[in-house]
């Protein structure tokens, strides 16, 4: 891989500029920010590969970008913005379609920035501190992404033929919990068809080892809702007329209780407790709670959990979440007001057999029996729980493939806590998934001066050039 | 009272276009807009009344507005803008200074204006439609405080010297507590000698009648913050790292059950019932219950009360109020973040026994016992209330007034279940208030659509002309 890692020394800067252009422009999918200018962005970066690349519409939403490096591939559709940075030889070289076909998932759109006071520079102007690139998406996802795009680029200006087929499949939705992207899947199952999946995200743990995880939690993302008066009302009058916000303190208080327990009528019935083999594989992680609680600036955990008991109920629990709650005023200073409306966004982390579905019947059933029939459920986003088993080729590369660029084992969870689409592309066309990175625990991933490490970067590109070398190369 | 009511008549359009003035100018204390150049406007008006008038500094807020019309009132101060309104034969005329002194309160800040898109006609442009002038603090209160000025511009107009001394208090902090009311009432305790004052706020109750209020609740305003992680947080995490809107959500819960009784330890024990007596003159207040609902768009009341026990809740019992709650996001669209951060605002509406004070104390104290050494309490402000009897000339004077000018008995209550400052400018000085207004229970006080009826406001000035004559003539 010697002519692969000299090429991209020597176009480091090039790549981070790359990045930095994507990272510039907002794509905010739960504002509807900079979503079509984004897919555009993405769709050029891939012709500019010599990838046959299509936006596809989706039903009220922002376009999949989908590219392919297939049979099709012509090389003249290399037009890199740089001419000199592809090799003549390259240039000349078809694109690749080796025996296996490798699915590469990705999303361009980002979480919103706010608050904003907190970022120490504006999240849409990536700035170079340190050896981090800090702006939003730098991490979630786009830096993952261009990885993938510049390996893709330097596996071909080092070696000529890629030694397998790629299919690109990246969404603007994810951040919204991807309404689309199963309809998605299910009208595109043969364009689609492909031996793994490489999922985005993954990345170091806190004591810098590189860490692959196997599967997704599912979410429910909703919105309780109480309403009061017709109007806010002087606050004098809350002896007589209700006030939602406490409707809603009330109802929640009955969600869980103060030891963190979900105490929402038959919810925790379908959890299942890991069995005894994979409790062996928990015990196999190494947990460096000590340096999360630091990074995160917290004296302990939930109930103080500890050690294995800590990492079960993170991986094998569900959670319910209160992500915000709103109600009458809420800028600084007094106002002696009666809130007419009150709102919770709640999400749910899910665990097999917790379909979205499932929580939002649990719920309204759990209220109404409480006599909480005047809170509505506005339900927002939904996705199922995915989980793949270590044996399949693209795990087996994935794992190889660390060893060699990372010169250690890499650490394997069975899950990530977070979520994502990974269902409608994984287990429902039978491909099975990896999770694999360039994040690290200090990202700030969803939150202020979200960052990258440019190291991990540059680690992030050889690794991936791996993966496609091995799993090309179908041991 | 005619010459009064004629003068009043032919000055109707310039009457309604200086309230709009004072309307035209943001004065909102909470968030410190707007109050020099409306405490400024105030001194300009008072002064072309002849008035003397000094703004007096106080501490670190904006200052109080003192006006006298004393002995050295000289008639060459008056200055009115359109000078042929005043009579050449008034303008000779000394101020007067009859045997009683009359204290007058007003406020000269209001309410922030949001919820903005609430608004028909925005907040600071007063706008009158269907008879009713529209704006923040047309009926809170600066109606009430225009009123007052121009009842004694008509009666010196129409009967050339007042039958007493009037001073008038206008601060400019009531929106937040009156923070500084206290101590300056207590520095100027001789400044401010009276026989009987008249407080601001007052009107006509949901089936038009008159209504005087002889006493105000006490308030204390707080915020309940907890603290969770460093910052915001991928919410993934919420299975190990603890949640500040969860614990404000449980330690809330515990301050009030779901039949709306207040359950901080030993706070209900300071609450004293009503005597049998108070049952009486409680039962004598017309209670347009239905209207009130309709009003406010309620099915009905808290636990479902009606008649005295409804009122009985709303005037005697004490009240702990949600004012507000903040945590993580809060705008539209979904975010899956875990909040580092959840603040609520409470208000408690006070009554006798119990001070602002005595409910921090009890609260923090309830919050320790159950565990929530972790929430903080942020103390706003406090008052305590204040009740006068039905026996002292300024009550007898304003319930004669009232029955000349609007034919017919007032409604007397006890108390408003509104806060106000009254206790340090009556009962610590002990000046027997009474309340009396331009007020109806569609003024949307504290509410977006604010509005006063021209009509009630040209009554309010006849009243308050009948008012200083019946109390200056020391009946």
Redesign the interface.
Known sequence: MERFNTYVEDNAERFIEELAEFCRQPSIS??NVGLEEMAELVRARLERLGAEVRLIPVADGPPVVFAETSASGSAEDIRLSSVEALTAEASVEPLGQGERTLLIYNHYDV??P??LE?WESPPFEPTIREGKLYARGAADNKGNLMVRIQAIEAYRAAFGELPLRIKFVVEGEE???SPHLAQFAQENRDLLAANGCLWESGGKDEAERFVIYLGL?G?A?LELRAK????????????????P??RL??A??TL???D?RITIDGFMDHVVEPSAAEMNILEAIPFEEEKIKEN???PE??RG?SGVE?LK???Y?P?C???????????????????ST??A?L?F?LVPNLTPELVEQLLRQHLDRR?FQDIEIAF??GERSARAPLDTPIAQAAVAAAEAVYGQQPVIYPT????GPMYPLSEALTIPAVLAGIGYPGA??????ENIRLADYFEGIRYIGELIRRFGAAE
């Open positions: 739960t504002q979480q919103p706010d608050p907190e951040e919204v919990g939690k979410i993302y009061g008066a017709k109007s806010d009302l002087h606050s004098s009058y809350a002896t007589i007329v209700p006030n916000a406490w303190v009330w929640l208080s869980k209780d103060e963190d995160f600036g917290i955990f939930i959990l800590a109920k993170h991986l629990e959670t979440t209160i992500c915000g709650f709103r109600s009458g005023y809420i800028e600084e200073g007094s106002k002696t007001v009666l809130p009150a709102t966004k999400d982390r006599g927002g986003v990530m806590a977070g979520s700030n991933v969803h939150a202020p001066n």
